[in-house]
C-alpha cells in the first residue's frame, strides 16, 4: 500500500520545472533513468545562472564596487545555505571546490604534505567510486602508506567484522561512501565513524550519492569530511562542496596556492588566508557557488522525507516489477538498506547492447562499471546496466521501461 505521504507526491507539478524532461528523443517521450550519474535541472536553477550573468557578474571578494559586493554578498550566501543544509556548525567549514573528485584530491594531497606518512594506513571499501579509491593510492605511493580495503558480501553490503580487524592504531584515516553509486547500498556510516575515531582515525564520507536523496547533519555523524559534488543534487557541473571539520582544516596545510588564498605575499615569506579562503586558490567558480544554494533550497521546498518515501516506492516497484516479469532479470546489489538504484543484468546479454537499443527507444540507462571496476571485479561481470531514480520518475516510467527491456531482450536473444 502507497502510503499518503507519496499519494501526496506533487508529481506533476515537479515535472513541469524540469524543461529537458518535455522532449522527445527519436520520437519518443524521453525517459531520464541516469541520475545517479547527473540529474537535471530544475527551472529555478536555470533561471539564477542566467539572473547572475545578466544582473551581477563580477568577481568576488576583492572589490569595492556595487557589483563585486553583490556577487560576493550570493556567493557568501549560498555557502551559509549549504551549511545550514548539512548542519555544519561553522560557515567556514564548507569549501566550495569543483565536486566530489575534487574534494578528495584536495584532502589527500594536503594530508599527504606531513599528515599522513609511512607507516600509517588508510582504508577504503570495495563499494567505492574510483575517486574515492585511485587519489588514496596515489597518497599511498607517495608517503609509503598502506591502503586496506574493507570486502563487502554477495548482497553489497559492506562486512563490519572484517572492517573492524581493519581498524587499528596505525589507521589514519577511512574513506568510505554514503551510498554507493553502482549499487545503491547505504552505508551505516554514523556506526562507522564512531569505530574510526575510537581508533584516532579520521573519517572521510563520499557523500555524492547520499546529498540528492536523504537527509544529513554532519555533526550528528560526527563526520571529519563530507564532500559531493553540484550536478549531482540538480544543480551546475564544476561546483561541489568538501566539509570539513574546523580544527582538522587549521591543520592542514593549503592545496594549491595564488591569489584568494593568502594573507600577505612577501619574497622571503607568505603567510595564509583563514578559512575558508586557504584552500579556494583563484577565482572561484562563482555562479556555480550561487546557483548550488539555490538547487538546495530547490530540494528542501520538496522536503528530503518526502522525496527519500517516494523514490523508495520507485525502487521497490520497479525491483518487483523486473523480478516477476523477467525471469533472466538478475539484480547486481540486493542491500537491506538501498537508495534508488537498480542495478542489472539480462540473462548473458552484454549490458551495453541493451542500453543501446533502449536509448533507441527514448530510454536513458547507464551501462557499465559505473567507474566502480573492482565491484564488477567481485561479481565476475564487465558491468551493468544500472537505472538511477530521481524524485521527477514515475511508475508509468517505469512500466515503459520494462516493455522497452523485453523488446530489447527479444531482439538480442
Ligand atoms: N563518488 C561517487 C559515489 C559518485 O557517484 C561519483 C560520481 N559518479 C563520484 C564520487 C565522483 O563525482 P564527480 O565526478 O562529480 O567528482
Known amino acids: 500500500m502507497m502510503s499518503e505521504a507519496v499519494a501526496q507526491f506533487p508529481i506533476e507539478k515537479i515535472r513541469k520545472d524540469f524543461p529537458i524532461l518535455n522532449q522527445e528523443v527519436y520520437g519518443r517521450s524521453l525517459i531520464y533513468f541516469d541520475n545517479a550519474a547527473s540529474t537535471q535541472k530544475p527551472q529555478v536553477v536555470i533561471d539564477a ?9 563580477s568577481n568576488v571578494h576583492r572589490g569595492v564596487h556595487y557589483l563585486s559586493q553583490k556577487a560576493t554578498d550570493a556567493f557568501e550566501a549560498s555557502r551559509e545555505t549549504i551549511r545550514k543544509h548539512l548542519n555544519a556548525e561553522h560557515v567556514h567549514e564548507v569549501l566550495f571546490t569543483k565536486g566530489t573528485t575534487d574534494s578528495i584530491n584536495l584532502v589527500a594531497n594536503s594530508l599527504g604534505q606531513g599528515l599522513i606518512k609511512a607507516g600509517d594506513q588508510i582504508i577504503v571499501s570495495h563499494l567505492e567510486h574510483h575517486s574515492n579509491i585511485v587519489p588514496w593510492q596515489m597518497l599511498c605511493q607517495r608517503t609509503g602508506a598502506k591502503l586496506k580495503v574493507i570486502p563487502m558480501n554477495e548482497r553489497g553490503e559492506l562486512i563490519q567484522e572484517e572492517y573492524q580487524k581493519l581498524l587499528s592504531s596505525k589507521t589514519k584515516l577511512v574513506a568510505v561512501n554514503h551510498i554507493s553509486n553502482a549499487l ?3 552505508n551505516p556510516i554514523k556506526e562507522m565513524i564512531a569505530q574510526a575515531h575510537a581508533h584516532g582515525a579520521w573519517f572521510l564520507v563520499d557523500g555524492a550519492q547520499s546529498i540528492p536523496h536523504q537527509k544529513v547533519d554532519v555533526q550528528d555523524l560526527d ?10 543534487v540538480f544543480g551546475p557541473t564544476g ?8 580544527q582538522i582544516l587549521e591543520e592542514m596545510p593549503p592545496y594549491q596556492g595564488g591569489g584568494e588564498m593568502i594573507a600577505e605575499v ?4 607568505t603567510t595564509y588566508a583563514g578559512l575558508p579562503h586557504k584552500f579556494e586558490a583563484g577565482t572561484p567558480h562563482i555562479e556555480g557557488g550561487i546557483v ?8 528542501n521546498q520538496i522536503g528530503l522525507d518526502e522525496i527519500a518515501a517516494y523514490e523508495q516506492e520507485l525502487l521497490h516497484y520497479g525491483t518487483s516489477l523486473l523480478k516477476d516479469r523477467f525471469p533472466s532479470f538478475r539484480l547486481i ?6 537508495t534508488s538504484v537498480i542495478s542489472f543484468l539480462m540473462g548473458d546479454i552484454h549490458p551495453y547492447d541493451m542500453g543501446v537499443i533502449l536509448d533507441k527507444l527514448g530510454i536513458a540507462v547507464r551501462t557499465g562499471h559505473h567507474c566502480t571496476q573492482p565491484i564488477m571485479q567481485h561479481f565476475g561481470i564487465p558491468g551493468t546496466m544500472r537505472a538511477s531514480f530521481a524524485f521527477y520518475n514515475t511508475k508509468a516510467e517505469i512500466d515503459q521501461m520494462a516493455d522497452a527491456l523485453e523488446r530489447a531482450q527479444n531482439m538480442l536473444s
Open 333 to 338: 546489489g540486493d542491500a537491506q538498506e538501498k
Open 184 to 186: 545503491g547500498s547505504i
Open 266 to 269: 612577501r619574497f622571503d615569506q
Open 292 to 299: 548550488l544554494g539555490k538547487a538546495i533550497d530547490y530540494v
Open 49 to 57: 545562472i542566467s539572473e547572475y550573468y545578466s544582473d551581477f557578474n
Open 239 to 246: 561546483i561541489g562542496v568538501l566539509y570539513g571539520k574546523e
Open 223 to 232: 563526520a571529519d569530511f563530507y564532500c559531493f559534488s553540484g550536478h549531482k
